[in-house]
């Protein structure tokens, strides 16, 4: 039971210590609400596209998610931090892609075309049917999509997820990486067990501003990449795959023999 006199009263240890969380959580809000970036919220909130932003729910160095409220239920607002040097890490390809499609001349244009790929790719992969979250609009640095999760509660990646059936969701996600390449013909390019959230048991694909087209000359690279990543997590899991067999079954063969022909 805490000493009333301390909580109404509290000793100058505590106050310390409040104004250091508070410095915290000012910092991680400066760092991703500047200026403008708290008038493109304003203007997507004019919009319609959400009432208010909740809460994070996730933060990282290129930005922020944040669960957003409407009166008919919830979103999920992804945030780009502008002052930051993601594209120090993306592959070389991608990152030419986007110079070639945006025709940006400094690093903030950079990050809106960034996000409206993000968009744009949700887009066409929502389209082919492939489990996703549905976007709903983006202004400048930020996304509005979908929120994946049961009662406004964001469904958690499959890394921090105890997997019941590891064969089925392997089958799931064999489906869902193969509308990818053969219907939407794009290569994800950050496929990890981070990127794919467990909703319900099923998977749904997130994270695609780095997608490619399977046109691009190192798409097929790209896939034996992600593919490598997902047959390391479901042999651990005892499923019994391998890179080579994932990359048939999500028809690797069949589209790259295409787009060489
Ligand atoms: N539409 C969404 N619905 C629910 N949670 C999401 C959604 N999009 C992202 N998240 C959560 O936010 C985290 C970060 O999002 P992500 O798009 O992977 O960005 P990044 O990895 O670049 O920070 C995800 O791992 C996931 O937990
Ligand atoms: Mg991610």
Redesign the pocket.
């Known amino acids: 039971m805490p000493d009333p006199q301390e909580m109404l009263y509290p000793t100058k240890k505590d106050h310390v210590e409040d104004r250091r969380k508070d410095a915290g959580h000012r910092k991680l809000l400066d760092e991703f609400f500047d200026h403008p970036t708290l008038m493109t919220i304003s203007r997507l909130i004019t919009q319609g596209q959400f009432e208010s932003l909740d809460y994070p ?9 944040f ?1 957003a409220s409407l009166p008919g239920g919830f979103r ?1 607002v ?1 945030v780009y931090r502008i002052g930051n040097t993601m594209f120090r890490h993306l592959p070389p390809s991608v990152l030419e892609e986007l110079l070639k499609e945006a025709s940006a001349h400094n690093r903030s244009q950079l990050i809106f075309a960034w996000t409206r790929r ?1 968009h744009t790719i949700l887009r066409k992969m929502a389209g082919v049917g492939i489990r996703c ?1 549905q976007p709903y609009g983006y202004l400048r640095n930020v996304l509005v ?5 049961t009662d406004g509660i ?4 499959l890394q921090e997820s105890v997997v019941a059936d590891p064969a089925r969701l392997y089958q799931e996600l064999i489906v869902e990486i193969r509308r990818m390449v053969v219907d939407a013909r794009l290569v994800h390019g ?1 496929l990890s067990p ?2 794919v ?1 467990l909703h319900d048991g099923h998977p ?1 694909l ?4 780095q997608s490619i087209s399977a046109q691009h000359p190192q798409s097929r690279e790209l896939l034996e990449r992600d593919v490598r990543n997902f047959a390391k997590y479901f042999i651990k899991q005892g499923v019994e795959t391998s890179t080579e067999q994932m990359l048939a079954e999500v028809g690797a063969s069949e589209v790259w023999k295409e787009e060489a022909g």
């Open positions: 729910i996730s933060t990282g160095k290129e930005g922020g998610v669960r999920a992804k993000e979250p999509m979908e929120l994946v999760g964001a469904s958690a990646p950050d981070y990127n959230l749904v997130i994270d695609v501003a």
